[in-house]
T-cell receptor, first 114, second 113 residues
Framework: NAGVTQTPKFQVLKTGQSMTLQCAQD?????MSWYRQDPGMGLRLIHY???????DQGEVPNGYNVSRSTTEDFPLRLLSAAPSQTSVYFC?????????????FGSGTRLTVV | AQSVTQLGSHVSVSEGALVLLRCNYS??????LFWYVQYPNQGLQLLLK??????LVKGINGFEAEFKKSETSFHLTKPSAHMSDAAEYFC???????????FGTGTRLTIIP
């Protein structure tokens, strides 16, 4: 199994550009989330989904958009990139079942906005 | 609402010494608690988790943690540090629904030869 796959691994954007970070999982997990990691701040939740067609905001949702049309995919859209969005982005998934609590993380996307 | 506090952003221990990484949590509901490890330029890997049942949980690579409700703590320990343990460690908490994790700010563990 591939687990959680994120693309691209690295990206440089100019201020104001838009882009989509891709996330796909092949484990039939219901729950998926996007986090950003910044030095000294740990990981902060951007958006999450508990199933296809259901999304909700996390701690830092401004400037980001998500949709969940299939169980497998959970793309993150940056609408108009800003330097403050320079970060490492992680996608994660989980079954949601009590015996399987514990998210599986992708390898991350390192984004630089100039 | 849940929150996590990790005491010590950097911890250094000698190879072979005890590793102790501290985590305290706040939760309005019975918590589910996790420790993750992140090696340089990699994603996060689950070390161990507490959901229900036994309060002392064992994880991978010889790590274990004890859930202490009275102290709202979930400290991570390993009896003897190895060079390969050098990494950043994150404590996290979720509520019963487990739809989202709240992370601490992380502790970078350095192993001194």
């Amino acid at each position: 199994n591939a687990g959680v796959t994120q693309t691209p691994k690295f990206q440089v954007l100019k201020t104001g550009q838009s882009m989509t970070l891709q996330c796909a999982q092949d484990m039939n997990h219901e729950y998926m989330s996007w986090y950003r990691q910044d030095p000294g701040m740990g990981l902060r939740l951007i958006h999450y989904s508990v199933g296809a067609g259901i999304t909700d905001q996390g701690e830092v949702p401004n400037g980001y958009n998500v949709s969940r049309s299939t169980t497998e995919d959970f793309p993150l859209r940056l609408l108009s990139a800003a330097p403050s969005q320079t970060s490492v982005y992680f996608c994660a998934s989980n079954t949601g079942a009590p015996s399987h609590y514990g998210y599986t993380f992708g390898s991350g996307t390192r984004l630089t906005v100039v | 609402a849940q929150s996590v506090t990790q005491l010590g952003s950097h911890v250094s221990v000698s190879e072979g010494a005890l590793v102790l990484l501290r985590c305290n949590y706040s939760s309005s509901v019975p918590p589910y608690l996790f420790w993750y490890v992140q090696y340089p330029n990699q994603g996060l890997q689950l070390l161990l988790k507490y959901t229900t049942g036994a309060t002392l949980v064992k994880g991978i690579n010889g790590f274990e943690a004890e859930f202490k409700k009275s102290e709202t703590s979930f400290h991570l320990t390993k009896p003897s540090a190895h060079m390969s343990d050098a990494a950043e460690y994150f404590c996290a908490v979720s509520g019963v629904g487990n739809e989202k994790l709240t992370f601490g700010t992380g502790t970078r563990l350095t192993i001194i030869p």
